[in-house]
């Protein structure tokens, strides 16, 4: 049941989150007429607010044992936030708005990893959460279908009145998995069960964990030259195609997520193919995305870059929980260091929105991916050359094909 559950989880939940992200961006500019740099300086300002949030929203998911209803309760919150921007798109709504679903950033797939932790043991942990983000793009995909169709025939804003059918679906499959088969312990990145008397180790274990503080910087580097790439290709084509904001943002959405399914799939083969050799592949994907689109200003070529959108994104964010399972394990901060990582992550790409905004305003599209390029190409240098692999050693290498053997 568990199983089943956790697979409606992430769809229903990518759902939700999939109301918002880059149509928020597009409706600001299209509908609302804001400027680039305004748009810009919301995103950056919202999300340094909100992600200073993510530590204690992690430190609050190791603590707790009903993560099912954080989720449900985050869910909803999101939808009242969608509803307030496309009904109000104005200064103070949607920067309150924004604020909020930073925050919400931070409670969602951290709280879905722990879960995730929960049920399933270390050798079942790389095929469940490759699974868990292939079903996560598999509903990023359905609700860019449903949105773009409706938002070409009935509006614009339709990607945002969806939220709330989505939320409730959500609550379903959240309620639908059965909290005692969740282990409190092995969630937080303790031994399973507590009765080992293993207490948490201090807060202060993050500050000198070598590989964690160079995977930190590394997706802070990646989230800075990833956030801006997909939202200024919608904008630029959205700009080229009056009357088809919603559809052609849904197009590229769907090319994107279609090929982050399979990138996601190969997650689950990481016990055998080893984390960094996949975040080496994620950084060099980015890198060379930037910079096609730098060369090639056509609306189809653009389109169909954004195919490798799936491979960066699809990988790096696979990838993001296990790597932290496995440099947090034993020390039952694993929340914590996920909400410390994703305000790194987040204060990058919050300040690349703003300075993508800014660069294309002076400069142009072009010089915007040319920059962001540059910034991928230096992330993949520290890759190669700093973090070293995760996968503990004494892993069998073929286990975990199956996360239903628990």
Request: proline share 5%; charged share 10%; net charge positive.
């Amino acid at each position: 049941m568990a199983f089943t559950a956790l697979d409606g989880l992430n769809f229903f939940l990518a759902d939700v989150r999939g109301g918002l992200g880059p149509y928020v961006n597009v409706l600001l500019v299209t509908e609302a007429h804001w400027s680039q740099f305004a748009v810009g300086s919301v995103l950056m300002a919202s999300g340094l607010i909100g992600v200073a949030a993510h530590p204690a929203v992690g430190a609050f998911i190791d603590r707790t044992h009903a993560k099912r209803e954080a989720v449900i309760l985050g869910a909803f919150l999101l939808s009242g936030c969608a509803l307030a921007i496309a009904t109000w798109p104005i200064l103070p709504v949607v920067l309150v708005a924004d604020v909020v679903m930073a925050v919400l950033g931070g409670l969602f797939a951290p709280s879905i990893a722990a879960i995730t932790l929960g049920l399933y043991n270390r050798e079942k942990l790389a095929a469940r959460l490759g699974r868990n983000a292939a079903f996560d793009k598999a509903g990023n995909v359905s609700i860019a279908l449903v949105a773009g169709i409706i938002g070409v025939t009935v509006s614009q804003k339709a990607p945002f009145y969806l939220v709330p059918i989505f939320a409730i679906l959500t609550t379903v499959a959240a309620l639908s998995i059965p909290g005692s088969a969740i282990d409190n312990a092995r969630a937080r990145g303790l031994e399973a069960s507590a009765d080992h008397g293993e207490h948490p180790a201090g807060w202060r274990i993050l500050l000198h964990d070598r590989p964690l503080v160079i995977f930190a910087a590394a997706a802070a580097v990646f989230h800075f030259a990833n956030s801006p790439m997909l939202p200024l290709v919608a904008q630029k084509l959205a700009l080229a195609n009056p009357g088809w904001e919603t559809g052609v943002t849904s197009v590229s959405i769907v090319l994107a997520q279609l090929v982050s399914i399979l990138t996601a799939l190969l997650v689950t083969r990481a016990n055998a193919i080893g984390r960094r050799p996949l975040l080496i592949a994620a950084f060099a994907a980015l890198a060379i995305r930037g910079g096609l689109c730098v060369w090639f200003g056509d609306p189809a070529a653009l389109l169909l870059l954004q195919a490798l959108d799936g491979v960066t994104g699809g990988l790096f964010e696979a990838l993001l929980p296990l790597i932290l399972a496995d440099v947090m394990e034993g020390t039952g901060r694993y929340s914590l260091a996920r909400g410390v990582v994703g305000t790194v992550q987040g204060i990058g790409g919050s300040c690349s929105q703003a300075a993508a905004g800014f660069i294309v305003s002076r400069a142009g599209y072009s010089a915007a991916f040319l920059a962001l390029a540059l910034i991928a190409a230096a992330g993949l240098v520290l890759v190669l050359f700093l973090l070293p692999e995760t996968r503990p050693a004494d892993m069998n290498k073929t286990a975990g094909l199956d996360p239903r053997r628990r």
